[in-house]
């Protein structure tokens, strides 16, 4: 990014060591040898006051400070040249010529003229001056000591601008290795600080998107670690606030709904009952009655006529069971808790509890979602919903007897469809086969004890959560599907 922390960071601090580094080359080449100057007339004055000591005690004619007064003027690279009354001369050098010529010259008033003068006091003189013999610029202090005995002290300046040079090129190559080291320890840095503050850009992202899975995982005690495990604390938060405003707007369109139906869905409810219970009623008077009145004396006959009562006893349960339950989900009896669930395990565990029926049936049961798709509904009437799809087309597969489960997740809504192989519905069967006790195909139903009322539970189910559900007919089969709310 253009504008990103890590960007500014480095830009900032290299500008910084950039700067510095300028700042300091820039002092040293108009500075250091101003220094270097100065510091050499401090020690031309300490040469100076030795030399002085020395002719005044009279140890420089006699020999005994020749050998301290060389190691102080080799030290700091000065010559000297002294010469007393009687004209004798004292110095440090071979050629003393030179030294001899320009003390004359400064006698003479000569030498000044090109030289500039650095410090004068009544006893010396400290200028920086020009020498033509050797073509090079010297520091040079002359004068007279205390008992009238003249003298000359000089240093090369060049020996200064080499060193300040050596000092340039290395104070040079140090700010390039620092520079170096800068740019690494300034990206090392600035990626520890800006990686945790994108991760949590990223993290709160996510829970914009309502994703509350994703966590901040970085760790670290310093503040930005602090603001993490607030940041999952508060996804957490808003996760149980959303399951619990989702289940309040749910209960709240069915209090709306629940008043307009209320009396309606009582009267329907009591004439279904009694149209479905009519039939099994019936049949298990009538065989009981044979039984009674003893119309067959064998055994085996004695015994159908015992199985068929059981059986209409059973469908009679099963169907009171599932009309109490479709009662609770069309009059709202039954609060819908949502929460947040992994759709496909659902489906891998109501296809699980199922292998047995699939086996018996013969039936080859495709399902190839592996990935978590996390959905927002009541878990367990969702897996009704799943169940009833499922155990309907297992009776209804036909032909290659194959049933196959997707799940598809686009624009915020996971879609899952059951097709199973086999005879297309009708068009005139398919806006009533979500009513209650519609048979399609009445006597397929009567065979495997269906009562019409599952797919009613479906619809009452999808229409408590406020989501979309159908069927689609293809050439070869039937495909029921339902939708979830992914955020």
Known sequence: MKHSIKRQMMVVFLGLMICLVAA???????????????????????????????????????????????????????????????????????????????????????????????????????????????????????????????????????????????????????????????????????????????????LSEKMADLDFDAKYTSGGSNEIGELGANFNRMSEKLESTISELKSANNRLLKDIEQKEKLEEMRNDFLGNVSHELKTPIALIQGYAEGLKEGVNEDEQSREFYCDVIMDEAVKMNQMVKNLLALNQLEFGDEDIVFERFDLTELVKGVLKSMEILAQQEGISVIFRQEEPVYVWADEFKAEQVVRNYVSNAFHHAKQEKVVEVKIRTEEGKARVTVFNTGTPIADSDIRHIWEKFYKADKAHTREYGGNGIGLSIVKAIMESFHQKYGVNNYDNGVEFWFELDVQ
């Open 24 to 202: 300091l080359f820039i002092i040293n080449i108009r500075f250091l040898e101003p220094y270097y100057i100065d510091d050499k007339k401090t020690q031309f004055i300490e040469m100076y006051e030795a030399l002085d000591q020395a002719v005044s005690n009279g140890a420089l004619k006699s020999g005994n400070a020749s050998g301290e007064l060389a190691y102080l003027a080799e030290k700091n690279n000065i010559s000297f040249l002294v010469e007393d009354h009687s004209g004798r001369f004292y110095t440090n050098v071979h050629d003393k010529e030179q030294l001899k010529n320009q003390l004359l010259g400064y006698l003479l008033n000569q030498a000044q003229k090109n030289s500039r003068v650095l410090e004068s006091t009544d006893k010396y003189q400290i200028t920086q001056s020009w020498s033509p013999w050797n073509q090079t610029d010297y520091i040079e202090m002359w004068g007279k000591f205390g008992d009238g005995s003249q003298f000359l002290i000089r240093s090369p300046l060049e020996s200064i601008k080499e060193s300040a040079a050596i000092s340039n090129r290395f104070l040079l190559l140090i700010g390039s290795v620092l520079l170096l080291l800068s740019v690494i320890s300034v990206w090392y840095f600035s990626r520890r600080l800006t990686d945790p503050i994108l991760e949590l850009a990223e």
